[in-house]
């Protein structure tokens, strides 16, 4: 039932080095778009002051975070939710923060419109909301690898693709997040850290 997926081996620890000083100390996480499940388990393990939900939209990726929960025997991680970001209600009411690694380009911008616009609705004043992933910015010359990878995309599902980092701080700035922390990551990624105004 566990999955696993090698950039989540390799991005993990890097991701929770940069997550780690903006969340609370105590409170709920809520990630978007779980996946395997193992940047969950990852954070849960080292962070057991805090609560983990997880979830995804696909069945067979929650029941690999929920083995995976199980088989570390994490307590503080809670069962994985049906969450489709895109959707106008989530199964959820609220998060002291909110995490999503590798969504934005693996799926189409509704979903990138309706995750700003759950964790607005979410997010306590000041709850930060954490985006991981590649983005293109204007005016830096884009890696190789990213456009490679930005045409594989789109050829696997049109509605896919590397996001313009701007179009996604816009949509972010309409729904009352402050500009973000950019942090540059391994394999031309980004950590976005926003906070709710």
Same mark, same amino acid.
């Given at each position: 039932? #566990?999955? /696993?997926?090698?950039?989540?081996?390799?991005?993990? /620890?890097?991701?929770? %080095?940069?997550? /780690?000083? &903006?969340?609370?100390? #105590?409170?709920?996480?809520?990630?978007?778009? +779980?996946?395997?499940?193992? &940047?969950?388990? &990852? =954070?849960?393990?080292?962070?057991?002051?805090?609560? =983990? /939900?997880? +979830?995804?939209?696909?069945?067979?990726?929650?029941?690999?975070?929920?083995?995976?929960? !199980?088989?570390?025997?994490? !307590?503080?991680?809670? *069962?994985?939710?049906?969450?489709?970001?895109?959707?106008?209600? @989530?199964?959820?009411?609220?998060?002291?923060?909110?995490?999503?690694?590798?969504?934005? &380009?693996?799926?189409? @911008? !509704?979903?990138?419109?309706?995750?700003?616009?759950?964790?607005?609705?979410?997010? *306590?004043?000041?709850?930060?909301?954490?985006?991981?992933?590649?983005?293109?910015?204007?005016?830096?010359?884009?890696?190789? +690898?990213?456009?490679?990878? %930005? #045409?594989?995309? #789109?050829?696997?599902? *049109?509605? @896919?693709?590397?996001?313009?980092?701007?179009?996604?701080?816009?949509?972010?700035?309409?729904?009352?997040?402050?500009? *973000?922390?950019?942090?540059?990551?391994?394999?031309?990624?980004? +950590?976005?850290?926003?906070?709710?105004?």
């Amino acid at each position: 039932m #566990r999955r /696993q997926a090698p950039a989540a081996a390799r991005n993990r /620890q890097p991701i929770l %080095d940069v997550l /780690q000083p &903006h969340l609370p100390a #105590r409170g709920m996480v809520l990630e978007v778009a +779980s996946g395997t499940g193992e &940047h969950t388990a &990852h =954070f849960a393990q080292a962070l057991p002051g805090l609560s =983990f /939900q997880p +979830s995804d939209p696909d069945e067979a990726a929650r029941a690999s975070i929920d083995a995976w929960t !199980a088989a570390l025997g994490l !307590a503080n991680v809670r *069962p994985a939710l049906a969450l489709d970001a895109a959707a106008e209600t @989530w199964p959820i009411d609220k998060a002291d923060a909110i995490v999503c690694i590798n969504m934005i &380009h693996i799926s189409p @911008w !509704a979903s990138t419109a309706g995750l700003i616009r759950g964790a607005a609705r979410l997010l *306590p004043p000041n709850g930060a909301l954490f985006l991981y992933g590649p983005y293109f910015c204007a005016g830096v010359e884009t890696a190789p +690898s990213n456009l490679a990878f %930005d #045409r594989d995309l #789109r050829a696997r599902d *049109p509605a @896919w693709g590397i996001r313009g980092l701007e179009e996604v701080v816009a949509l972010a700035d309409a729904k009352g997040f402050t500009a *973000p922390l950019i942090v540059e990551m391994p394999a031309n990624n980004l +950590s976005l850290v926003f906070r709710k105004g």
